[in-house]
């Protein structure tokens, strides 16, 4: 059973609001992502971490910025959220080795008006 | 470039028969593939996945297909349940290398009518 947890589930907040969404896991792994997602289209690779103090962005280009101080914590942060923002964010965590699946939190659905 | 490609946004299939979900890719570099199952509002649940070192793998009701030389991958779920509906993504990485972030496809809809 996954123990990944996202918070909020659901955000409507204001254009130019600084927002940080929260991903935490409990399983201890090393490797974590952030991916976008919009109704019909593919989850995209927004930001990832390989352990403590290691962050990459990627595929997608995204405005969020990302941090990892501790290996259970991996939060998102907008500094001025835009309606183009607007989308669902899913945290996910693996194990390193091979082959190992990506656990997925529940999600966040923001919504900037 | 989609590196995964998912043709079908949508699939209808009776209660007790079978669902086909394909999926194609075209990074060569990709050796491990998985399907994960989508409600709306929620995060992707993993369901079965595949190594590049064989061609078939099956887990109950579900058994996903790998031809490699095709680079394309199919999920069978038979019978068909009410409570397969969902969203079903194929993603891709190249996992036996070291376990890379993995790529989506962008889904397809599945709807079992009772």
């Known amino acids: 059973e996954a123990d990944i947890y996202q918070t909020p589930r659901y955000l409507v907040i204001g254009t130019g609001k600084k927002i940080t969404l929260e991903c935490s896991q409990t399983m201890g792994h090393d490797k974590m992502y952030w991916y976008q997602q919009d109704p019909g289209m593919e989850l995209h690779l927004i930001h990832y971490s390989y352990g403590v103090n290691s962050t990459e962005k990627g595929d997608l280009s995204s405005e969020s910025t990302v941090s990892r101080i501790r290996t259970e914590h991996f939060p998102l942060t907008l500094e001025s959220a835009r309606p183009s923002h607007t989308s669902q964010y899913l945290c996910a965590s693996s194990t390193p080795g091979q082959g190992a699946e990506a656990f997925f939190g529940q999600g966040t659905r923001l919504t900037v008006v | 470039d989609q590196q995964v490609k998912q043709n079908s946004p949508s699939l209808s299939v009776q209660e007790g028969r079978i669902s086909i979900l394909n999926c194609d890719y075209t990074n060569s570099m990709f050796d491990y593939f998985l399907w994960y199952k989508k409600y709306p509002a929620e995060g992707p649940t993993f369901l079965i996945s595949?190594?590049?070192?064989?061609d078939k793998n099956e887990d109950g009701r579900f058994t996903v297909f790998l031809n490699k030389s095709a680079k394309h991958l199919s999920l069978h779920i038979v019978p068909s349940q009410p409570g397969d509906s969902a969203v079903y993504f194929c993603a891709a990485s190249r996992g036996l290398a070291g376990n890379t972030p993995l790529v989506f496809g962008k889904g397809t809809r599945l709807s079992v009518i009772a």
């Open positions: 595949i190594s590049s070192i064989k």
